[in-house]
């Protein structure tokens, strides 16, 4: 186990190196000149190259990368050259609010997600399971920006709740319930997209674990229904519904960013949008970083959990 | 509680069908047979012949869907057949104990083998954590496992088949039962365990008074572990009585064709085994005669089209069920 984590360890060291060479190379691959832009139009040709120069881009390329990985671990992304903001503390105030989107979506989805599924797999293809099913294959259909906009029509519309609409974001430490409200379409919907995959990999797993001859054993125990389920099945089958969600989390990190983008919540992705149209290439770059690692992480700390949840992965 | 019966276990006119998609499986048809306490008996048979089944059925531990049970089982007492998974739950561990046939897929991969056993004793026992620990240890010790407490917080793939076997007896003996289904035991197990774990389970039998019934293929393990032996064929009961009688006095050809095709000290180096003819039946294609009729050697035509029912053979207790038995060997001695 312990080497089995040392050599993860490692790889991911390396990983996050090549992830930093990317993301520093990948935006001077982009075309546009960023002096022209701070400048602003009519700037001479001579003010620009002055300043090409002050910014130190006329230096090699590897110089600059060494630069910029060296004020990296030392915490400093830059300063934006458009807000003049550091590019550390716009991520930092953006990144709680993924976070918190990322966590109460996690939470609903799999407090629907798993006692739906073994309802489901306690009778495959019975009343309910075809019920469950059907629900979560129609949902699996519909994509996140319709669900929002649906939800924001039926919450303010239909039932008149006010605070759900767009640019109504409201901070969690200025205001917890009105934040909480203010979260709770957008946790809905990203909720709503995680819940099917849990449930679908879940009650498919579920299903297969339940004909294994070891639950059979348990029954003869004498032990109940719902112990069989919660103690037995329920860690045999949940490799893959890890495996799943750390995926899916992942890509929650930057991937919620349609959602933030139609309920104006100022997340990393609605960040992220807004800094790609205004050129703020180290604002993009920062965010690129943080994302990638933050998802390399996220896997890491999965594939963690699901070596103590099935301790035969890291033996063999 | 009604007076504690004399007999443990009463099996009256047992049948199991499964639906299927080709229609009504009978894998247990008009089983009938008993047991007293501290008996062992034999169930044996070829694989298919719903010894598993049986077992399973006896227990009423069959799957909860597309199955339907017919007859009477009383286990101490309790009538097993028809009744509610909940009443069941209450009389499996402590009345009835299941050792199942593969510890390899048998135990929980991602269970500490202690925790299998603590459970039974907990929840069934109401034990506290600490007095099941303990117990769970001692339980570990008595079907001799090496160093016991600390092989409590072993995962099952730590542990060898024969290893996991006797955890697997561990947790069938957590709370005492009366009767010990056996079902194959050893069949998973390389040959040099099996001995190990068939004398263990002898062993405890004694030390614990319990009944056994113990479900084979091989007539080997029946043969000095049993005093009675049910042979099965097809779902059916072909031929019961004494482990003495079905050995030396059988009278169904295929009792026979069981025993010659078990490989005997006493054979030459390298003589060819005798093998029975043929597969076992599809049991949806079922004919009216006897279902050993296609492979036996001395069908007629009337075992073609009626199917015998057992009778009595010259041994009280002793039963066949065949229309042209074999000779008894024992000459007119018993009559």
């Known amino acids: 186990m312990l080497r089995y984590v040392i050599r993860r360890i490692l790889m991911l060291i390396g990983i996050i190196f090549v992830i930093s060479i990317g993301s520093f190379f990948l935006i001077h691959l982009l075309p546009g000149n960023i002096t022209a832009v701070i400048e602003g139009p009519g700037a001479s040709p001579e003010n620009q190259a002055k300043l090409y120069k002050l910014l130190g881009l006329n230096r090699p390329i590897y110089e600059q990368y060494f630069v910029w990985i060296n004020n990296i671990l030392h915490g ?10 550091s590019v550390a503390t716009t991520i930092g105030n953006a990144l709680p609010i993924d976070l918190e989107m990322m966590f109460l979506s996690q939470i609903l989805a799999f407090a629907a997600a798993i006692p739906m599924a073994m309802r489901s797999a306690r009778k495959p293809d019975g009343i309910v399971d075809r019920f469950f099913s059907a629900g979560s294959f129609t949902m699996l259909s519909v994509p996140p920006f319709i669900v929002v906009i649906l939800l924001v029509l ?30 709770a379409l957008p946790a809905i919907t990203l909720a709503l997209g995680s819940f099917v995959v849990y449930f679908r990999v879940l009650r498919s797993d579920l299903i297969a674990t339940l004909q294994e ?65 205004t050129d703020d290439y180290l604002l993009v770059q920062g965010i690129v970083l943080v994302v990638s690692v933050g998802v390399v992480l996220i896997n890491f700390i999965f594939d963690f959990i699901i070596n103590i949840v099935d301790p035969r992965i890291s033996r063999e | 509680m009604s007076v504690t019966p004399e007999k443990l276990l009463v099996v009256n006119d047992l049948s199991t069908t499964f639906a299927t998609a080709g229609g009504p499986l009978p894998a247990v048809a008009n089983v009938s047979f008993d047991l007293t306490r501290n008996e062992t008996i ?29 007859g009477s089982v009383l286990l101490n007492g309790n009538e097993m057949v028809g009744t509610a998974e909940s009443v069941k739950r209450g009389l499996w561990g402590t009345e009835v104990a299941m050792v199942f046939q593969d510890p390899m897929t048998s135990l929980n991969p991602v269970m500490r083998i202690g925790k299998q056993i603590d459970e039974t004793l907990r929840v069934r026992l109401g034990m506290s954590k600490q007095d099941a620990k303990a117990r769970a240890i001692e339980l570990l010790e008595l079907v001799g496992i090496p160093s016991p407490s600390q092989r409590y917080d072993a995962f099952p793939g730590q542990l060898s088949g024969g290893m996991r076997q006797r955890v697997v007896i561990a947790i069938a003996l957590a ?56 042979v099965m064929y097809a779902g059916r009961i072909v031929e019961i009585g004494s482990t003495r009688d079905v050995f030396a006095n059988h009278r169904m050809p295929y009792t026979r064709a069981l025993l010659e095709s078990s490989p005997k000290v006493s054979n030459a180096s390298h003589t060819r085994l005798i093998t029975i003819p043929g597969r076992p039946p599809n049991l949806l294609k079922l004919t009216q005669g006897c279902s050993f009729a296609p492979r036996c050697a001395y069908a007629s035509d009337k075992c073609h089209q009626e199917r015998p029912e057992l009778q009595g053979a010259d041994q009280p207790g002793h039963s066949f069920a065949c229309w042209n038995p074999l000779p008894t060997t024992r000459g007119d001695s018993a009559s």
């Open chain 1, 76 to 85: 400093n992304l830059g300063t934006s050259f458009i807000s003049q903001t």
């Open chain 2, 175 to 230: 709370c005492s039962p009366k009767l010990l289904m056996a079902d194959e035991p050893t069949t998973g197990l390389d040959v040099t365990i099996q001995a190990q774990i068939l004398n263990l389970l002898d062993e405890l039998k004694e030390r614990l008074h319990m009944s056994v019934v113990l479900v084979t293929h091989d007539l080997g393990v029946v043969a000095t572990r049993t005093s009675r032996i049910v």
């Open chain 1, 154 to 183: 039926f919450v303010t519309y239909k039932l008149g709740i006010p605070h759900t609409g767009p640019s109504s974001y409201v901070s969690l430490r200025a205001d917890w319930i009105g934040n909480l409200e203010s979260m």
């Open chain 2, 42 to 70: 034999g169930i044996v048979g070829e694989s298919g012949s719903g010894k598993t089944v049986l077992s399973r059925t006896i227990m009423g531990l069959q799957p909860r869907t597309n199955v339907a049970v017919t």
């Open chain 1, 213 to 277: 001859e070891f639950i059979t054993m348990a029954r003869s125990k004498g032990i109940s229904q719902r112990r069989i389920m919660w103690r037995h099945a329920f860690r045999p089958s949940s490799v893959a519904l890890l495996g799943a969600a750390g995926v899916n989390i992942g890509g929650l990190l930057a991937g919620g960013f349609v959602v933030q983008y139609l309920l104006n919540i100022p997340g990393l992705g609605y960040t992220l949008i807004t800094s790609i149209n």
